[in-house]
């Protein structure tokens, strides 16, 4: 995608997350096609074009991924998520996930909190809104997506988890691995994306967990735990999840609630919801 075609989708997408929070404020209702549309300012039509573009389904189809049930239905396929986390891989449809190359800081490095490392920076238009991509000569270090168009406060979380690092800002750098990371096409095996993560060694273990959940599927924290060797550690994978720095290439929105709510997510809900729909049918689409 070029950033012009990215520009747009993320405007798309802006519309679409106001439509699910309309319709989980509505949901008991089961508002109608058209008074969805209505709600976000544009015709049926218009919508019905919208959804097109973003995502390639009708309204009603894409409103289907957002449910309950479809979680639920997810949740079910156990034995598949199971076997592509035991075997390091992820499942059948690997070919058209994101191939991420996850590399920790040393200790040492862990303690010097960055030092010696130049972090270039950007915000860019993205499918699910405005990013901020952090990137170092060892790979992404940051993404996180930018609410509301206020990018302050997500620069200072990237500044402070890598406190002594010098920070440059430059565009021109980050807007090709944003290409990469939104394109599926660019999502090959012989030419993984490099990410380099500052965390503890439990977070590292659960973060190389999320990469292993195959792209269209979900998995509940209790799976991430157990998949790590530590079952009882629920709430801390939770917790773990939560401080993933690198969003949407690292999948902390694959977890969910066993319950099979979605669960919290820190770009939003309707953002987590608007991200496992879009997987879902490009999951679908390749299958």
């Not at 989708?9 to 802006?14: G, K, L, P, Q, T």
């Not at 909190?113 to 915000?123: A, K, S």
């Not at 238009?125 to 168009?149: K, M, Y």
């Not at 530590?230 to 929105?253: E, L, W, Y």
């Amino acid at each position: 995608m070029t950033q012009g075609e990215f520009t747009g989708v993320s405007r798309d997408y802006d519309r679409i997350e106001k439509a699910i929070r309309f319709i989980e404020t509505r949901f008991e209702e089961r508002p109608g096609l058209q008074e969805i549309a209505g709600h976000v300012g544009m015709s049926e039509f218009h919508f019905q074009r919208l959804f097109s573009r973003w995502v390639g389904i009708s309204p009603k189809r894409f409103l289907q991924f957002l449910t309950k049930e479809h979680v639920k239905a997810l949740l079910a396929q156990r034995p598949v998520l199971e076997a592509a986390l035991a075997a390091g891989l992820s499942g059948p449809g690997r070919l058209h996930d994101l191939f991420v190359t996850c590399e920790a800081v040393t200790p040492g490095e862990f303690k010097a909190q960055g030092r010696g490392l130049v972090i270039r920076h950007g915000i860019h238009a993205s499918p699910f809104g405005e990013c901020l991509v952090g990137l170092t000569e060892r790979g992404v270090c940051w993404l996180s997506f930018v609410p509301d168009g206020s990018p302050d406060d997500r620069e200072d979380e990237m500044r402070s988890a890598w406190a002594n690092a010098r920070f440059v800002e430059d565009r021109a750098a980050t807007r090709a691995v944003v290409a990469r990371i939104y394109d599926p096409a660019q999502w090959r095996p012989d030419r993984p994306l490099p990410v380099l993560v500052r965390g503890t060694n439990f977070q590292i273990k659960v973060w190389e967990a999320l990469l292993r959940i195959p792209l269209g599927t979900v998995a509940a924290y209790e799976d991430v735990a157990l998949q790590i060797g530590r079952p009882r550690a629920v709430r801390a994978v939770g917790s773990a999840v939560g401080k993933n720095p690198v969003s949407f290439v690292i999948p902390c929105h694959r977890v969910v609630r066993k319950t099979a709510d979605f669960g919290n997510y820190g770009g939003g809900p309707a953002r987590k919801k608007a991200m496992l729909a879009w997987e879902s049918v490009l999951a679908e689409s390749h299958a």
